[in-house]
């Protein structure tokens, strides 16, 4: 845990869990929005375009990933054959907690007979776990590693609190979202405090952990982090709701052209279905009109 790399993992995991949940979800959002049905929030998200779309990839990849990230935190917290690295242990908890929520994922995508939000109860499990992780963390630990991850521990307060919101509100799309948000200022935060407290740079100028100067900037730093991964959803929601547009746009000229195509060499009209992928159009056979 003490390393560069033991905050670096787990930075990368809640990045890309963080990213891969906002582009799902407003896929799906834009998808139902085309289909004229509402929305639906789910614990894990399956990819709703092509053939991942019967795939369950967000369960997959819990599982895979933490069991890299258990496995790198068990074998490096080993010294002379002796396991001494409590910090490892901790982290590997964690990872196992999210691991589990994978598994739960996977079980339900095979019709296990869990109780109904159990893929939820589980996420928030490993939340409530990694939270009561950190929060005894920080003992005998100098002033500014204890802000940092105090600061990190109102983030996984939020994440706990947001998959509540999201198992009671499930047709909003703010409520995926909103996890999403905590689970990337986790990821980058993470990062940024592998940075602080174990800079890997042979040049970079070491924090002086008592100094109330550095714990005022730790203070913004994390302010701007908060600011900057807002954009980053943003930006990202954004290019997606314009893909999609721009995708149904070229779709619904395609469609007018072949019936314009259609009606003037053979007096015919097409009539457009939708595919119950929600992209793929098909066309019914044509009628032959009836001249007056």
């Known amino acids: ?12 995991f809640f990045v890309i869990y963080a990213l891969f949940l906002t ?4 896929l799906k959002f834009q998808q139902s929005s085309k289909r004229g049905t509402r929305f639906k929030s789910f614990a894990s998200f399956y990819f709703p375009y092509g053939k991942l779309q019967r795939f369950p990839l967000e369960g997959l990849l819990k599982v895979l990933l933490t069991t ?18 409590m910090g490892n242990a901790q982290h590997a908890t964690m990872f196992a907690y999210f691991g589990f929520n994978g598994v739960i994922d996977l079980l339900q995508h ?15 499990m490993a939340f409530m776990v990694e939270g009561l992780l950190f929060k ?19 983030v996984v307060y939020a994440c706990i609190i947001s998959v509540i919101v999201e198992m009671k509100y499930r047709r909003s799309i703010l409520s995926p979202l909103a996890r999403a948000y905590f689970l990337l200022i986790q990821g980058t935060w993470f990062w940024q ?6 800079n890997p740079s042979p040049n970079a100028i070491k924090w002086n952990e008592e100094e109330h100067g550095e714990l005022t900037l730790a203070t913004i730093l994390f302010a701007w982090h908060a600011l900057a991964d807002f954009i ?8 997606i709701h314009v893909c999609c547009r721009r995708g ?33 159009l098909e066309f019914e056979q044509p009628t032959v009109g009836v001249n007056r």
């Open 23 to 26: 582009i799902c979800a407003c």
């Open 110 to 124: 095979f019709k296990a007979p869990l109780p109904r939000d159990t893929e939820y109860v589980t996420l928030a």
């Open 232 to 239: 980053i959803l943003l930006v990202t929601a954004v290019t």
């Open 68 to 85: 890299v990230a258990l496995s790198i935190e068990i074998f490096t917290g080993f010294d002379n054959g002796k396991f001494v690295f």
């Open 1 to 12: 845990m003490g390393t560069f790399g033991g905050h670096a993992l787990p930075g990368t």
């Open 248 to 280: 149904n746009g070229i779709a619904e000229n395609d469609v007018g052209l072949k019936r314009l195509l259609h009606s003037g060499s053979n007096d015919q009209s097409a009539v457009c279905v939708q595919s119950d992928s929600g992209s793929d």
């Open 193 to 198: 405090v592998g940075f602080i407290l174990y």
């Open 136 to 154: 005894f963390h920080l003992h005998g630990r100098t002033q500014l590693d204890i802000l940092v991850h105090t600061l990190l521990l109102y």
